[in-house]
């Protein structure tokens, strides 16, 4: 990781706080990302969980679809959790929101059921050392299928895969933001070039 990159975090709603609070204890800049020019100054971006459908809607209302998807083809990092995952997916099982259309993936929203149906469990994650890694699942996506250049780094005891990697772009459908565990965040501070902050 580059000591000077500076990591966005897309912040129309969710948890950008709590993510931002992660990356900092890492040392990393980190700043909210609410405008294109905000993005434009950024290296890399993580899109965090939330409500997808109203992720989706602010998205657009503040013209940053098209600048995200230029952000994400043109190599740089990005990562969604949870909402996140599912504003990057090609495809939805549901007719809403419309997907950014950033990895190959197939994502069902509240794949694992609703609000009461949340739960954790502990995951061996590719790349990430230190043992299991603590994974909050709340109203989580679920991945229902992935595409060519897609790597699942990690997968439930059921089979179901959790994470997952094409290149630049990495998702996940729990939050790594609310367990204060940053090892998920140093991951992706690992996928930016040295030396490429803006």
Same mark, same amino acid.
């Given at each position: 990781?580059? !000591?000077? *990159?500076?990591?966005?975090v897309?912040?129309?709603?969710?948890?950008?706080?709590? @993510?931002?609070?992660?990356?900092?204890?890492?040392?990393?800049?980190?700043?909210?990302v609410? #405008?294109? *020019?905000q993005? %434009? /100054?950024?290296?890399a971006l993580?899109?965090?969980?939330?409500?997808s !459908?109203?992720?989706?809607k602010?998205?657009?209302a503040y +013209?940053?679809?098209?600048?995200?998807?230029?952000? *994400?083809? /043109?190599?740089k990092?990005v990562?969604? #959790?949870?909402?996140?995952?599912?504003?990057?997916?090609?495809?939805l099982?549901?007719?809403?929101?419309?997907?950014? +259309?950033?990895?190959?993936?197939a994502?069902?929203?509240? +794949?694992?059921?609703?609000? =009461? %149906?949340?739960?954790?469990?502990?995951? &061996?994650?590719?790349?990430?050392?230190? /043992?299991p890694v603590?994974?909050?699942?709340?109203? *989580?996506?679920l991945? #229902?299928? !992935?595409?060519?250049?897609?790597e699942t780094?990690?997968?439930?005891? $059921?089979?179901?895969?959790?994470a997952?990697?094409?290149? #630049?772009?990495?998702?996940?459908?729990? @939050?790594p933001?609310?367990t204060?565990?940053?090892r998920? @965040?140093?991951l992706?501070?690992d996928?930016i070039? &040295?030396? +490429? =902050? $803006?």
């Amino acid at each position: 990781m580059s !000591t000077t *990159a500076k990591v966005g975090v897309l912040a129309l709603q969710g948890d950008f706080r709590e @993510h931002c609070a992660a990356l900092r204890r890492l040392g990393a800049s980190a700043s909210e990302v609410r #405008t294109q *020019a905000q993005l %434009d /100054g950024a290296d890399a971006l993580i899109i965090p969980g939330g409500e997808s !459908t109203s992720m989706a809607k602010l998205m657009d209302a503040y +013209g940053l679809r098209a600048p995200l998807q230029a952000f *994400a083809r /043109g190599g740089k990092p990005v990562w969604g #959790t949870c909402a996140g995952l599912i504003l990057m997916a090609s495809r939805l099982e549901e007719d809403r929101p419309q997907p950014l +259309g950033l990895m190959n993936l197939a994502v069902r929203r509240n +794949g694992f059921g609703r609000q =009461a %149906d949340s739960f954790e469990a502990g995951l &061996s994650v590719c790349g990430v050392p230190g /043992g299991p890694v603590r994974a909050v699942f709340i109203r *989580a996506p679920l991945i #229902t299928e !992935t595409g060519p250049g897609v790597e699942t780094l990690a997968s439930l005891e $059921s089979g179901e895969p959790v994470a997952a990697r094409q290149g #630049t772009l990495l998702a996940s459908a729990f @939050h790594p933001e609310l367990t204060g565990d940053s090892r998920m @965040h140093r991951l992706f501070l690992d996928m930016i070039p &040295s030396g +490429g =902050a $803006s």
